[in-house]
């Protein structure tokens, strides 16, 4: 059956009705703001445990770089689906194709700036972020590597609080959770290759965790007072940010360490993501 139009709110138009939340009354009638809320937080553990997850079994545990190339695929045809079906149709729905399209061209011109500036505070432009990460933990530069661990979790959490103010979005909280798992695996297994205790990659990683639920609580509660045309923006320059991230960094990733199941990997997540986004 073909997709069900969405309904355009245009330059200026009314905000579209909300989904009921997991604080929302029956009968039709909103949640207090606690309520939403408490949306946001449950919504931004879950996406974040993974960190914590991956990290502290990357700190024990070197898996095999087919398995994590695999994961990466995974998550990167997850991240895909949710980014076209809901992210950044939302956007044009709630400000238009011109405004949306603008805005994800920010995102990824802002992300690759960032990620230019990380990877020559290590010396070396051009390298996956495992190697920034690796090279970074070898020399103690905990900056450069913390923000490095959380470049790509900033945009996807930002994007997951935002949408939570039209809708919850269950196919985005699943694409990054998934994607979180293998991102922390692998930097965990680049951290204890540079000499970090166990103990201190489990912090990190648990200390950048409750970061992004911070980025998911931030956001949501940004979102809801301010017009349809700034959610458009702010959910367009988040998947612009998202979207670089796949093309720079995961999925070179997963093509390298992924072989020879990358592939079948990619449709997997694809096809799981847009089923839970309702096609």
């Known amino acids: 059956h073909p997709l069900p139009p ?12 909300r989904s009921p939340g997991l604080g929302d009354f029956p009968g039709g009638r909103t949640a207090p703001d606690g309520r939403r809320s408490l949306d946001a937080l449950v ?24 398995l994590r190339g695999t994961l990466l695929a995974f998550a990167a045809g997850a991240l895909i689906s949710a980014l076209s079906f809901e992210l950044f149709a939302e956007a044009v729905a709630e400000g238009g194709l011109v405004r949306s399209a603008v805005g994800l061209i920010v995102g990824a011109v802002l992300f690759w700036a960032i990620k230019v500036a990380i990877d020559a505070r290590v010396e070396h432009p051009g390298a996956s972020s495992m190697t920034v990460m690796r090279m970074a933990a070898e020399r103690g530069l905990g900056l450069a590597l913390l923000l490095g661990v959380i470049l790509d979790g900033i945009p996807e959490s930002a994007a997951l609080g935002v949408s939570l103010a039209e809708e919850q979005s269950i196919a985005l909280l699943v694409a990054i959770f998934v994607s979180n798992m293998p991102e922390a695996l692998a930097g965990s297994n680049e951290m204890r290759a540079g000499g970090w205790l166990p103990g201190r990659i489990v912090l990190t990683w648990s ?3 409750v970061l992004l ?8 509660a940004w979102a809801e007072s301010i017009s349809p045309n700034l959610v458009s923006i702010l959910l ?13 960094t995961v999925m070179p990733e997963a093509y390298e360490e992924g072989k020879p199941w990358n592939t079948l990997a990619t449709a997997a997540g694809f096809l799981l993501s847009f089923g839970l986004a309702g096609g």
Request: avoid cysteine; glycine fraction near 20%; hydrophobic fraction near 55%.
């Open 213 to 220: 639920v911070a980025v998911v609580v931030a956001g949501n």
């Open 236 to 248: 367009s320059l988040a998947g612009g940010a998202v979207l670089a991230s796949l093309a720079g």
């Open 207 to 209: 200390a950048v965790a």
């Open 6 to 17: 969405r309904p355009l709110g245009g330059p200026g138009g009314e905000r579209r009705a």
């Open 43 to 66: 919504f931004g553990l879950i996406a974040s445990s993974s960190l914590a997850l991956g990290g502290t079994v990357g700190a024990y545990w070197r898996a095999p770089l087919w």
